[in-house]
């Protein structure tokens, strides 16, 4: 059984997966959340999207943010500037991730004191402070989610 929810800008993609018994063994919701125009992310149970600085005709900004509150994902997308570019004498490290999609280039930016993750793929960069392992894993993971559907 497959479920499709719409509610403002989120798709919400219910799945319930059976054993060859017909019983239900698992249940996942997948949160698909609209980060551009064209451009979506997955997003972990209970994490939320909050658009910013209204949407303008050639870029738009916002965040994700964990179901606590204690962890926070900026993105921009558009004609926006990169972290990469603007503290480039900053980065610790960088790499490019080839996925089925799109390239991904990931890097570690020291910014006010603090280790900063950022990602480019295309024409959006998602940015966080990370203070702990599950921070990173929670990144790449929402970074590695993003597509585009023209």
């Known amino acids: 059984m497959f479920m499709i929810l719409l509610s403002t800008g989120i798709n919400t993609l219910q799945a319930q997966i059976s054993s060859p018994t017909n019983e239900i063994t698992k249940r996942q919701t997948v949160k698909r959340a609209r980060v551009d125009p064209a451009g979506f992310v997955s997003l972990p149970d209970g994490y939320k999207i909050f658009h910013t600085k209204g949407r303008n005709i050639d870029a738009w900004f916002g965040y994700i943010e964990s179901a606590d509150g204690?962890?926070?994902?900026?993105?921009?997308?558009?004609?926006?500037?990169?972290l990469f570019s603007k503290y480039k004498k900053k980065v610790k490290w960088s790499k490019v991730e080839?996925?089925?999609?799109?390239?991904?280039?990931?890097?570690?930016?020291?910014?006010?004191?603090?280790d900063v993750l950022v990602a480019r793929t295309?024409?959006?960069?998602?940015s966080a402070p990370i203070k702990q392992k599950s921070d990173e894993d929670a990144f790449m993971e929402i970074v590695r989610s993003y597509s585009r559907e023209l």
């Open 122 to 126: 295309g024409w959006i960069e998602f």
């Open 98 to 114: 080839q996925t089925s999609k799109s390239p991904i280039k990931f890097g570690l930016v020291r910014i006010k004191k603090k």
């Open 70 to 82: 204690k962890f926070r994902i900026d993105y921009g997308a558009g004609m926006v500037g990169s």
